[in-house]
Structures are given as structure tokens and as C-alpha cells.
């Protein structure tokens, strides 16, 4: 890559209730809880040491909550955008995450016109990747040779891992893979992305 890499910090919101309850959050705008804001203070202090040259946000309560805390001694404007969205799941949002969840994401990555995922309003891979990658790399173009934060939800992050050949489906967990906070580190060019490093999620061996 050239000199002109963008570095970003892709990192998950904090921890909601509907986080404990392994409820299907999507789009619905739920608020951080009182664990997910100490746990954004925990990480502002680990990324402290990082210069930061701008700050992005899934528009979405609970990720813009995040971003502020994170930016907090920064001070830097927080942008917003829905292209950092976590997935539209239709009528799945506000139900349990259970079997049916995991089939949900069986076909999503099986059966990209499956008539079901039309039928139910959910957003597939396709379309979730096609918005968050083409933000990725307008950014990369914008920013580079700096270093950006992006605030934005687990399931996009998951399927952004997938998609960049980091892992495969199976090597995720059927809950709790990618922790509240945990993060990914990524250098782009506006063309190539390549995944650097990650934390806090859990990448099963093949």
C-alpha cells in the first residue's frame, strides 16, 4: 500500500439491555446502559494514546453515545451516517436471538435471494457490505495517511470479517463472538482494505 494509508478503527457500540437479553436490536434506536457507558470510559482510556484525526458514527443512539464518550477529551466533530448502520432485520427486530436467528444468518449467507429475506425486510449481506465498504474507502481516500475512528455494530463488523477473507462463517460463535467495545484495526488505500488487528473478538480455528 502506499504512504497515503488511511488507518481506521472499526469499534462496537457498549452494551444495551437488549444486549443482556439477546434481543434482536437491527435498526431499532436502543440506548447504551449503565455498563455500556463505563465500558466506552474503559476503552477512551486505552485509545487515548491514539491520534485521532476524525470520528465517524453509525447514526443509531447507541453508537453515537459510544463515539461521544470515546471522543470525549478529543473534542473532535462526530459525523454521522447510516452507511455505519448495524443490519435492517425486519420483523426479526425486538425477538429473541434463538435458532431461528442462527437460520436467519444460514440463509443470508447461503441464499442471497432467498424469497424469506425479501418476504421479512431483512437487509442481506450484499447490500449491508455494498454501503459500509464504499463509505470505508471514501473515507480512506479522504483521510489518508491519517487515522480515523468508526463507531458501528457487531453484525456489520462481522460481516465485514467475512467479507475481507479474515474468517469464514463457521468460525464465529452462535453469540457473544464479537464483544460490546471489542474493535477492528484496518489500513486502506480507497482501494485495497486489509484487516491489522482486532480485539476483543473471538475467531474459532477452521
Known amino acids: 500500500m502506499p504512504s497515503q494509508t488511511c488507518t481506521l478503527y ?3 457500540h ?4 437488549w444486549n443482556i437479553s439477546k434481543t434482536i436490536q437491527g435498526q431499532l434506536d436502543i440506548p447504551l446502559n449503565s455498563t455500556g457507558e463505563k465500558e466506552a470510559h474503559e476503552l477512551k482510556s486505552v485509545l487515548n494514546s491514539i491520534h ?3 470520528v465517524f458514527s453509525s447514526d ?3 453508537a453515537k453515545r459510544t463515539a461521544e464518550i470515546l471522543n470525549m477529551d478529543r473534542k473532535l466533530a462526530i459525523e454521522t451516517t447510516n452507511a455505519l448502520r448495524e443490519r435492517l432485520f425486519g420483523i426479526y427486530q425486538g425477538k429473541p436471538m434463538d435458532s431461528a436467528h442462527e437460520k436467519l444468518y444460514e440463509l443470508l449467507e447461503k441464499y442471497k435471494n432467498h424469497p424469506h429475506l425479501a ?3 431483512v437487509e442481506s449481506n450484499e447490500h449491508m457490505i455494498s454501503r459500509a465498504l464504499t463509505f470505508i474507502r471514501e473515507v480512506s481516500v479522504a483521510y489518508g495517511g491519517k487515522t480515523v475512528l468508526l463507531v458501528s455494530h457487531g453484525g456489520l463488523m462481522r460481516t ?3 467479507h475481507l477473507g479474515f474468517c469464514n462463517s463457521s468460525q464465529f460463535l452462535p453469540f457473544g463472538s464479537i464483544k460490546n467495545l471489542a474493535y477492528i484495526k484496518l489500513a486502506s488505500d480507497g482501494s485495497e482494505i486489509l484487516v491489522q488487528e482486532t480485539s476483543g473478538i ?3 480455528p477452521v
Open 119 to 121: 418476504e421479512s425486510q
Open 202 to 204: 473471538t475467531i474459532l
Open 60 to 62: 443509531l443512539i447507541r
Open 10 to 12: 472499526i469499534v462496537r
Open 160 to 162: 465485514l470479517l467475512i
Open 52 to 54: 485521532f484525526d476524525a
Open 14 to 17: 457498549g452494551q444495551t439491555d
